[in-house]
């Protein structure tokens, strides 16, 4: 072969890569969140209830209102009983026709006997969906040996647990009726590996690879597993920020990520993030190292200083 043909044909496979390359986030940021229609959830659900996990606030919350609306009745885990009596009235005022159920239950437990117990309670319904949204970070961004031992752990046990054991708990029930949908809440922090965030980082990681391996061993018997990786939603664990374009209320985020439930096995959930995501995967390492290191600093300059603290 000639030096010219072996440039050109360099050439052409370089311009079908680059194609490809476009035609893919094109199709990740578009076909999600404007072209394909929205399931029907009840249908793939095979059941009319959903578990929603950290129910009593922020994502989780809105998924509750989300698929209440959609005519589920809902079943809220968290830890605080007082929340979520009052997040159940606060449904039954919105939706009325359907049915609310409560389970109190603090994620830090990682006990054998809390989970089978919680699981008890959970089997009790019929569950068509399973939400595991329950999630937690460490304060602010730090080095490992650095983070609070007990937070460290919790952050560990609270971001795994839920989304592995009630998983396996509640399978046997979507096996049998070869119907049901699980979403786990991930987090775009388990797109890289981000220094001074390990164990968010890594546990969002964790979620993401749980939820690819579930849908190789349950897609075939009907079951639907999403894992939704979020940017920035405005939050109480992001504190509350003003809702914008690339940081939308929870409203406006949990409708978008439940429209994409069926279509898409894992997205961020919402448009703005998708188009962030897209292009942020294209930046080297070294430069996402560096703006992480930037924001962890500011982060944690803002915990410090609202803790009284010197760094
Ligand atoms: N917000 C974001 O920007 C963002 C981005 C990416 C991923 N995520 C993920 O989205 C999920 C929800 O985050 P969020 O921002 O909505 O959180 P949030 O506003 O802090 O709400 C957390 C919910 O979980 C409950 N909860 C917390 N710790 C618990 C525990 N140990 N046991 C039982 N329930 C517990 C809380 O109950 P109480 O009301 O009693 O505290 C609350 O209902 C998490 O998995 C998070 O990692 C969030």
């Known amino acids: 072969?000639?030096?010219?043909?072996?440039?050109?044909?360099?050439?052409?496979?370089?311009?079908?890569?680059?194609?490809?390359?476009?035609?893919?986030?094109?199709?990740?940021?578009?076909?999600?969140?404007?072209?394909?229609?929205?399931?029907?959830?009840?249908?793939?659900?095979?059941?009319?209830?959903?578990?929603?996990?950290?129910?009593?606030?922020?994502?989780?919350?809105?998924?509750?209102?989300?698929?209440?609306?959609?005519?589920?009745?809902?079943?809220?885990?968290?830890?605080?009983?007082?929340?979520?009596?009052?997040?159940?009235?606060?449904?039954?005022?919105?939706?009325?026709?359907?049915?609310?159920?409560?389970?109190?239950?603090?994620?830090?437990?990682?006990?054998?006997?809390?989970?089978?117990?919680?699981?008890?309670?959970?089997?009790?319904?019929?569950?068509?969906?399973?939400?595991?949204?329950?999630?937690?970070?460490h304060g602010y961004p730090e080095i490992v040996h650095k983070i609070e031992f007990g937070s460290a752990r919790d952050v560990a046990v609270v971001n795994t647990l839920p989304p592995t054991l009630l998983t396996a708990g509640i399978l046997p029930q979507m096996v049998a009726r070869k119907a049901g949908i699980i979403v786990n809440i991930g987090s775009s922090a388990g797109f890289n590996p981000m220094a001074q965030w390990a164990i968010y980082s890594a546990t969002k990681k964790y979620v993401s690879w749980l939820s690819a391996i579930l849908r190789k061993e349950y897609e075939h018997q009907g079951i639907t597993v999403q894992n939704i990786a979020p940017m920035l939603v405005s939050t109480k664990m992001t504190g509350n920020p003003r809702s914008a374009f690339l940081v939308p209320d929870v409203t406006k985020f949990v409708k978008s990520a439940v429209n994409t439930i069926g279509n898409v096995a894992e997205t961020t959930g919402y448009i703005g993030h998708q188009i962030q995501a897209e292009f942020t995967g294209l930046l080297p390492a070294f430069v996402i190292d560096k703006a992480v290191a930037a924001k962890s600093e500011q982060l944690r300059n803002l915990a410090f200083a609202k803790r009284g603290k010197s760094s």
């Open 1 to 137: 072969m000639s030096v010219d043909w072996f440039i050109a044909g360099a050439g052409a496979l370089a311009l079908i890569i680059v194609a490809v390359r476009i035609f893919r986030i094109l199709y990740n940021i578009l076909a999600p969140y404007v072209f394909l229609k929205p399931i029907d959830l009840k249908k793939r659900a095979g059941a009319s209830w959903a578990v929603v996990t950290g129910a009593t606030d922020g994502i989780g919350k809105g998924y509750c209102f989300e698929l209440a609306a959609r005519g589920f009745n809902i079943l809220l885990v968290s830890r605080t009983q007082s929340k979520l009596d009052a997040t159940k009235q606060e449904i039954l005022a919105k939706y009325p026709h359907i049915n609310v159920r409560t389970a109190a239950y603090d994620f830090t437990d990682a006990s054998t006997s809390g989970y089978q117990n919680l699981l008890t309670q959970l089997n009790e319904v019929d569950v068509g969906i399973l939400v595991n949204n329950v999630g937690m970070f």
